[in-house]
């Protein structure tokens, strides 16, 4: 477990990447996304959990939690149930303390039970969110079930929008020689969607952990794409902007290797000047800019 500023970043147990490279082909995986307590008490605030596990028997593999609240108890539970050789199926079933203030009637534990259960027994079918894309590049019908507003703020491309509000009075838009795959916030009305729809004879698959997890894989390879800066440093340095801009002139004048000024430090501002200000073309001071923040 580490402390990352606010975030608490926890994991248990083996990860998946870590299975794969044992040769475990029997594994399973999800994603959640719940509160860290009631929702309707001030404070609560998202937890991005993932639970690896054994298919078909369930056996608890490993885990791991990212938040600002509440992360350190729901990973010492997971990692209890790993030492106790525990199922998801006796994780949906586990009595932990509650109150308003520190949990949900259901903890997010058990609602990670819930969702690898659901998935195990077959009342429910998921797709990872990295596989969505190709999918829809394919030719596959793409459900967005959230609200316009939801869905105005971003998506999956390719989904076509229909509410869950409005998904039984709509069903002669729904393909019924295709398989659906139907997405929301973070899984949970995707898979009520899906329930809905089976009922009515169509095939469905719900995209595990929904445009969070989507958008959080996103960030991951965009990040990964950006270009190399060395150390952490905040700064205005042109040379540095134009790095992080994707520009291979990282050179000074002198020919040398640029390297970002510390904070603090007057050199992007030039000789004797302030960094809190700058000359303009016309001569006169005028604030700088907030200075920026890299990473390597």
Sequence with gaps: M????????????????????????????????????????PGAAPLDLKLIFEAPGGKILGAQIIGTSGVEKRVDVIATAISAGMTVFQLQDLELA???????????????????????????????VSEIDHIVEQG???????TAGEFALGSIPGARHLPLDELRDRFSELPKDQTI??????GLRGYLACRILKQQGFSCVNVDGGYRSYSQLKLDIRQKQLPPVKGLACTDHPDVLKQSGNSSDSKDSAGEEASPPLCGSTSSAGPGTSPASRLTPEGSSAPAPLPRFFRS
């Design 2 to 41: 580490a402390k990352v500023f606010d975030l608490t970043a926890s994991s248990t147990g083996y990860s998946e990447k870590r299975l794969k490279q044992m040769g475990r082909s029997d594994i399973r995986s999800i994603h959640i996304h719940p509160l860290s307590h009631a929702g309707y008490y």
């Design 181 to 186: 795959y139907v997405t929301c916030q973070v």
């Design 140 to 146: 596959g019908f793409l459900l967005d079930v959230r």
């Design 98 to 128: 509650y109150a308003p203030p520190f949990s949900s009637a259901k903890d997010p534990v058990n609602m990670a039970g819930y969702v690898a259960s659901n998935l195990l027994t077959g009342l429910a079918e998921a797709v990872s």
